[in-house]
C-alpha cells in the first residue's frame, strides 16, 4: 500500500516549456487536491477534485489545467511554465476530513 | 474569509522543554481544525484534528491541542519535546462536509540538545 505517489520527484524547466505532474493513490478516495508550497506562504490550494469526473477551481489556478484520469489519479500540468510557478508541489487525496499527502514534486523554472 | 495565522515563523526549544505552537483561525461556517507536520524533504502527516466534542485533543508523538473558540485559537502542546520532533508544523482549517482547507504559514521548530 503505497498511500499517494507522485512523479517526477524533481525537474527543472525553461520559461515556455509545458510539463504535467502525475499524482495517485491507491486508498480508493473520492477526494484529490493539487497544492503548492512556497516560502513563507504556506499551502496554497491549485485544483481540487471531489469525484471522478469533477474538478474545481482553488485558491491560485492561474496557469495550471488539471485532468482527473480516473479515480486513483490526478494530473497537474502547467502548459506554459513561467519562474513564478517555481515551487514545490504537493498532491493530496481525503477520507473523510483527513488528507493525505505525497512526497511532492520540486519543479525549478528558470 | 477564511484564514490561519501562525503568528511564530520559527521556535527554538531545548530537547525536555514543553512546547506550544499558536493557531488562530477565522472561519464562517463550523471548521475542522487540524495540525499537521512535516519532516524536510517530506510531505505533510495528520497530528492531530479536531471537529466537535470534548476541546482537548490528543494526537500521535504525545502532541495535543486545545480549541478554544472564544479566542478562535488552537493551539498545539507537547510536554517534553524530542530532538526528532524538529520539523515544520502547520495548522490547517476547513468546512465540515466542505471541500477546501486553508492552511496557515507555518511555524520551523528546531530543537537544541
Known amino acids: 500500500n503505497a498511500g499517494v505517489t507522485q512523479t517526477p520527484k524533481f525537474q527543472v524547466l525553461k520559461t515556455g516549456q509545458s510539463m504535467t505532474l502525475q499524482c495517485a493513490q491507491d486508498?480508493?478516495?473520492?477526494?484529490m487536491y493539487w497544492y503548492r508550497q512556497d516560502p513563507g506562504m504556506g499551502l496554497r490550494l491549485i485544483y481540487y477534485?471531489?469525484?471522478?469526473?469533477?474538478?474545481d477551481k482553488g485558491e491560485v489556478p492561474n496557469g495550471y489545467n488539471v485532468s482527473r484520469l480516473n479515480k486513483r489519479e490526478f494530473s497537474l500540468r502547467l502548459e506554459s511554465a513561467a519562474p513564478s510557478q517555481t515551487s514545490v508541489y504537493f498532491c493530496?487525496?481525503?477520507?473523510?476530513?483527513?488528507?493525505?499527502f505525497g512526497p511532492g514534486t520540486r519543479l525549478l523554472v528558470l | 474569509a477564511q484564514s490561519v495565522t501562525q503568528p511564530d515563523i520559527h521556535i527554538t526549544v531545548s530537547e525536555g522543554a514543553s512546547l506550544e505552537l499558536r493557531c488562530n483561525y477565522s472561519?464562517?461556517?463550523?471548521?475542522?481544525l487540524f495540525w499537521y507536520v512535516q519532516s524536510p524533504g517530506q510531505g505533510l502527516q495528520l497530528l492531530l484534528k479536531?471537529?466537535?466534542?470534548?476541546?482537548l485533543v490528543q494526537g500521535i508523538k504525545g502532541f495535543e491541542a486545545e480549541f478554544k473558540r472564544s479566542q478562535s485559537s488552537f493551539n498545539l502542546r507537547k510536554p517534553s519535546v524530542h530532538w526528532s520532533d524538529a520539523a515544520e508544523y502547520f495548522c490547517?482549517?476547513?468546512?465540515?462536509?466542505?471541500?477546501?482547507?486553508?492552511f496557515g504559514t507555518g511555524t520551523s521548530l528546531t530543537v537544541i540538545p
Open positions: 493530496a487525496s481525503r477520507r473523510e476530513e483527513t488528507q493525505y
Open positions: 486508498m480508493n478516495h473520492n477526494s
Open positions: 477534485s471531489a469525484s471522478e469526473g469533477t474538478t
Open positions: 472561519y464562517g461556517a463550523t471548521p475542522y
Open positions: 479536531y471537529f466537535s466534542g470534548d476541546t
Open positions: 490547517a482549517v476547513g468546512a465540515i462536509a466542505g471541500n477546501q482547507f486553508y
